[in-house]
């Protein structure tokens, strides 16, 4: 069975840090770029970053350049989201999804997905 999942979500204070991991089971993620999509409440799915896969390429939303950053473990069949300097409006479900080879914007262009994690920046 195709899964991802996504871990290291959480409550944090604005201005601090988390890393999002994406683990892949019953298939390897050599062959798929990895995006990270966001959903805050009452509003539609963002892209947030993209990787593809052999890591070679790396794609972040405009306004989230120079906080987050986006790497790859092939050998633990990993992606990861570094992300510092957090703010309020970074509160949102962070969800991983892969599709082959390169990173497309859209989600829908994306086949698997997992099941989210919870971001709350919050004082």
């Known amino acids: 069975q195709l899964q991802l999942v996504e871990s290291g979500g959480g409550l944090v204070q604005p201005g601090g840090s988390l890393r999002l991991s994406c683990a892949a089971s019953?298939?390897?993620?050599?062959?798929?770029?990895i995006g990270w999509f966001r959903q805050a409440p009452g509003k539609e799915r963002e892209g947030v970053s993209c990787?593809?896969?052999?890591?070679?390429?790396?794609n972040y939303a405009d306004s989230l350049k120079g906080r987050f950053t986006i790497s790859r473990d092939n050998a633990k069949n990993t992606v990861y989201l570094q992300m510092n300097s957090l703010k309020p409006e970074d509160t949102a479900v962070y969800y991983c999804a892969a599709r082959a080879y390169v990173c497309y914007a859209s989600p829908s262009e994306y086949g698997y997905w997992g099941q989210g994690t919870q971001v709350t920046v919050s004082s």
């Open positions: 990787i593809s896969s052999r890591g070679g390429r790396t």
């Open positions: 019953g298939f390897t993620l050599d062959y798929y770029a």
